[in-house]
Each structure stands twice: as structure tokens, then as C-alpha cells.
């Protein structure tokens, strides 16, 4: 379900829509004499839209990392490369650091070869 709308407010009917919305909210005002209820309507709106987009939006930044991730783990599978780096996604902080630091100290020492 996240997946079907998280597609579909991305499309650009979906901005028409909110647009046209707050263009129709903006018009009641003098209507409703822009009152604290009709201010109300478009703060309860938005906050509540808000709100579920966040969730969207991580779902779908979690999707697209786990991508990104599987893609990376496939070329250091098939390159040439050292495999220790496969699935450091999730290690602990302390670990993935003592990677970045054995990173760093091999890229000293090929300096200084050099």
C-alpha cells in the first residue's frame, strides 16, 4: 500500500490537486470571513498530511537504500575487490568505524609508498 502511494503523490496530479485545494481554501476565506474554524481546516489538513508523508517517505528511502545496497554487496561480489565490506550496513557504529580506521590507515600507507 505504501509503495501504490508513495507512486501516486508523486505524480504531477497529485501537486495539482493540493494546489487547487489550497486555491479553493484560499477563496473561502472572505466567505467565512477567514475565520479562526476556517483557518483551522487547512492547519488540521496539512498537519495531518504531513504527518502520514513522513512515514511515506521513510518507507520509501528504506526501500531505496536496501536497493542501493544489494546492487553495491553484487559488484564487490563481482569485482576484485575485498569482500569484508559485504552487509557492514549492519554492523554496529563501533564497527563500521573500525572500517572507516582501516580504511584510512591503508590509504596512509599507500601514500607513503608512493
Known amino acids: ?7 501516486a503523490t508523486g505524480r504531477p496530479w497529485a501537486f495539482a490537486l493540493c494546489l487547487a485545494s489550497v486555491v479553493l481554501w484560499a ?5 467565512f470571513h477567514y475565520s479562526e ?12 498530511i504531513t504527518f502520514l508523508m513522513v512515514f511515506l ?13 544489494a546492487k553495491l554487496d553484487e559488484l564487490i561480489r563481482a569485482g576484485h575487490a575485498k569482500n569484508d565490506f559485504i552487509g557492514i550496513e549492519h554492523l554496529t557504529e563501533a564497527e563500521v568505524e573500525e572500517f572507516r580506521a582501516r580504511c584510512a590507515e591503508a590509504k596512509k600507507k599507500r601514500m607513503a609508498d608512493a
Open 1 to 7: 500500500m505504501a509503495e501504490a502511494v508513495a507512486h
Open 27 to 31: 477563496a473561502t476565506g472572505p466567505v
Open 37 to 48: 474554524t476556517w483557518q483551522l481546516v487547512i492547519n488540521t489538513g496539512t498537519t495531518i
Open 57 to 69: 517517505i521513510q518507507n520509501t528511502q528504506n526501500r531505496d537504500g536496501a536497493a542501493i545496497q
